[in-house]
């Protein structure tokens, strides 16, 4: 009894820290590509950077995380559904960029730019497949997984 307790207690863990590095992996891709236009930060920016994008973004994607958990008890093990699933928090996100986006035009003194891009649209898909790729290696791929409970016949 204790032992199966333990086991769903670590694949709790394990599927929280899946969701979170995925959707770090995410956060570090979007900082790289789109805020900081390729140039790479200095590594304690980064990182505190990295930090705060992952906590904004957890705060919104909760409901993906409620589709991993459906995944788990599902045994869905399928790369492709993992993908298809950060794919899925990459348009809701756009989405939500493009709910939010003032009606006006961008000021060009002040730098300002439009909400949606192409180049935004393509980083947001990248880091939406990769944040699935790498919650799929961490959690996806082992699913549903028990270990076999002997008894004696």
């Known amino acids: 009894m204790m032992g199966r307790f333990l086991h769903y207690l670590v694949r709790l863990l394990i599927v929280a820290a899946g969701f979170i590095l995925a959707i770090a992996v995410g956060a570090a891709i979007v900082l790289l590509f789109d805020l900081n236009r390729g140039r790479v930060p200095e590594p304690l920016a980064g990182g505190v950077m990295v930090g705060f994008l992952t906590f904004q973004a957890a705060r919104f994607m909760w409901p993906l995380l409620m589709v991993e958990f459906v995944a788990e008890a599902m045994r869905w093990r399928s790369l492709t559904f993992h993908l298809g699933v950060g794919l899925l928090?990459?348009?809701?996100?756009?989405?939500?960029?493009?709910?939010?986006?003032?009606?006006?035009?961008?000021?060009?003194?002040?730098?300002?730019?439009?909400?949606?891009?192409?180049?935004?649209?393509?980083?947001?898909?990248?880091?939406?497949l990769a944040g699935g790729f790498v919650y799929w290696l961490i959690a996806g791929r082992s699913a549903g997984l028990?270990?076999?409970?002997?008894?004696?016949?």
Do not use: Y
């Open 89 to 128: 928090g990459a348009v809701a996100t756009l989405v939500f960029a493009w709910a939010q986006a003032s009606s006006e035009p961008p000021d060009p003194i002040l730098g300002a730019e439009q909400a949606i891009t192409a180049t935004k649209v393509i980083v947001a898909l990248v880091a939406g």
């Open 146 to 153: 028990t270990h076999i409970e002997r008894t004696s016949p």
